[in-house]
């Protein structure tokens, strides 16, 4: 399973930004696509994460409400949009997937990752 991340950039507090991810290989449609991101100096933590069906889907606490993830099994394309962007949110942002289709945060039970892109809201 491959993912490529794309859709960074600088944006100012308050501003909205779309992230996407393209997913390719075996089966990958079926995975729990997540997003995850790290800020400098600070420990990898999760944002969200959707299930294969795109029905069902998880954030953490400090994006609930203004981040959304959706997912276009067509083109396994995973998709984050972040609306009322904060400084704090300024990071690398990873896709990342779960081949046992698990809806969880937790870090380790990703598998596979793509390369991240920058996210840097400005105040």
């Known amino acids: 399973v491959q993912l490529q991340a794309s859709g960074g950039g600088l944006v100012r507090a308050g501003d909205s930004l779309k992230l996407s991810c393209a997913a390719s290989?075996?089966?990958?449609?079926?995975?729990?696509l997540g997003w995850f991101r790290q800020a400098p100096g600070k420990e990898r933590e999760f944002v969200a994460a959707?299930?294969?069906?795109?029905?069902?889907?998880a954030y953490g606490d400090s994006v609930k409400a203004r981040f959304t993830i959706s997912r276009v099994n067509d083109n396994n394309t995973v998709f984050l949009q972040m609306n009322s962007l904060k400084p704090e949110d300024t990071a690398v942002y990873y896709c990342?997937?779960?081949?046992?289709?698990?809806?969880?945060?937790?870090?380790?039970?990703?598998?596979?990752w793509g390369q991240g892109t920058l996210v840097t809201v400005s105040s």
């Open positions: 990342a997937a779960d081949r046992y289709g698990l809806l969880t945060s937790r870090l380790r039970l990703y598998e596979y």
């Open positions: 290989g075996d089966s990958v449609n079926t995975h729990t």
């Open positions: 959707v299930n294969w069906f795109g029905s069902d889907t």
